[in-house]
């Protein structure tokens, strides 16, 4: 059986003629570069997502980088954020010339850690970015109570949770404003790149419109310098469509991981995704942690099933961010995730089949391993006590 870890053709069968319906729509329209598909698409994704308004950009990374020069930050302010995400969280704060700063993360979710928050506040400390890992909000509640309390912004790095819910918030509306990523792999993906912020403050939505579109109040007349960050034509027809499937591929995405769950349950080697009290997955990556991960990996795609990493370094020791200048050991949860985590083949078409040949692939590796070392101790120490335990836990594995 050959499992990859994503499989974006599956999804595309199944909506094609509604798909390329809209693309042609876009294309006899002319509304290539914002326009209205994009327009009706942000009102439906800001619907989507508890806010008033959605500005749609060019990708998650412009998301996170304008939505920081809309709330005000300025060169030399500090951001707090964590080191284990995809680089652009950082990157975004770089690009207004501020100042990354790390905080550890909560070891079960791999989240921002919200008891280091207070203690990484300085007199220059204008913002946090919590980002919402894999598709599970961070603990937002402390969070934001720390934030008020300091007069921070907010930025939400949703780019994994489109839909995520912590209570009876969704993911991106509880802060000053959330990114969301659109990239392809993404849960709600585009055919190319995309993004968008959404918010419920209108003056800084207004300000993002100018933005994205050169500072441009009206037609050639620039209030402010901006970019060049408008959403494409096409991809604001296809988001659309596929706006109205995410709850049932979230649905499915979350039925996958309960079957992972299940069939891993008791294989001692594997812990599995918590989901804390209260907040509801969406499971863009489905990662387990393991020790022995790389070994894991291999052996797995020896089998036909393809994993990923996600991140293997975190990104204070990116050679980017040298500068910065931490260490192995600065942030050792961080450090320890990125030894430890595999992500496994998750997507919503994903098949029970499937899902139970990546199970027993996993329990295979381990049974053989258990079985290598109980073969090697017999051989040094017939029978030896100390390690029984640890060789004897087949039970209720096979
Ligand atoms: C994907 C992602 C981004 C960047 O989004 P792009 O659309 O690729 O620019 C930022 N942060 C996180 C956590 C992401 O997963």
């Not at 996170?64 to 995400?85: F, N, Q, R």
Request: net charge negative; with cysteine; charged share 20%.
């Amino acid at each position: 059986m050959k499992i990859p870890f994503l499989d974006l053709t599956a999804q595309y069968q199944s909506i094609r003629g509604e798909i390329t319906a809209e693309i042609d729509k876009v294309i006899a329209a002319n509304a290539f570069a914002g326009g209205a598909f994009v327009d009706r698409f942000e009102e439906a994704f800001a619907r989507y997502c508890q806010c008033e308004h959605a500005v749609g950009v060019g990708s998650g990374t412009e998301a996170l980088w304008m939505a920081l020069l809309g709330c005000g930050i300025k060169p030399g302010d500090e951001v707090i954020t964590t080191p284990s995400t995809f680089i652009a969280t950082a990157e975004a704060i770089s690009l207004c010339a501020a100042t990354p700063v790390f905080i550890d993360i909560d070891e079960d979710s791999g989240n921002m850690d919200p008891n280091l928050l207070a203690a990484a506040i300085t007199p220059k400390t204008r913002a946090v970015i919590p980002v919402h890992l894999y598709g599970q909000t961070a603990d937002m509640g402390p969070i934001l109570d720390i934030a008020r309390r300091n007069n921070l912004i907010v930025v939400e790095d949703a780019c994994q949770a489109h839909g995520a819910e912590h209570g009876e918030k969704r993911a991106g509306s509880m802060g000053d404003a959330g990114c969301f990523s659109f990239y392809p792999g993404k849960n709600l993906g585009a055919f190319g790149e995309a993004g968008a912020v959404v918010t419920s403050n209108a003056a800084l939505a207004e300000k993002l419109r100018m933005f994205r579109d050169h500072g441009q109040r009206a037609k050639y007349f620039h209030a402010m310098i901006g970019w060049n960050a408008r959403m494409d034509g096409v991809q604001g027809a296809v988001l659309s469509v596929k706006l109205n499937y995410l709850e049932k591929w979230t649905a499915a995405r979350r039925k996958n991981a309960s079957l992972y769950n299940a069939m891993l349950a008791g294989l001692e080697e594997v812990e599995t995704p918590k989901e804390a009290e209260g907040n509801r997955h969406v499971y863009h990556i489905y990662a387990v942690r393991v020790d022995n991960r790389d070994r894991l990996m291999s052996f797995l795609a020896e089998q036909g099933v393809s994993c990923g990493i996600h991140y293997p370094t975190p990104v204070h020791l990116q050679e980017a961010y040298a500068f910065l200048g931490h260490k192995k050991g600065s942030f050792p949860r961080a450090e320890k995730h990125a030894e430890t985590v595999l992500s496994l083949p998750m997507y919503p078409e994903l098949s029970e089949p499937q899902i139970c040949y990546v199970a027993e692939t996993i329990r295979a590796f381990f049974r053989g391993k258990r079985q290598r070392l109980k073969t090697h101790l017999e051989k040094k120490a017939p029978g030896a006590e100390v390690c029984q335990p640890r060789i004897s836990s087949d039970a209720g594995v096979a």
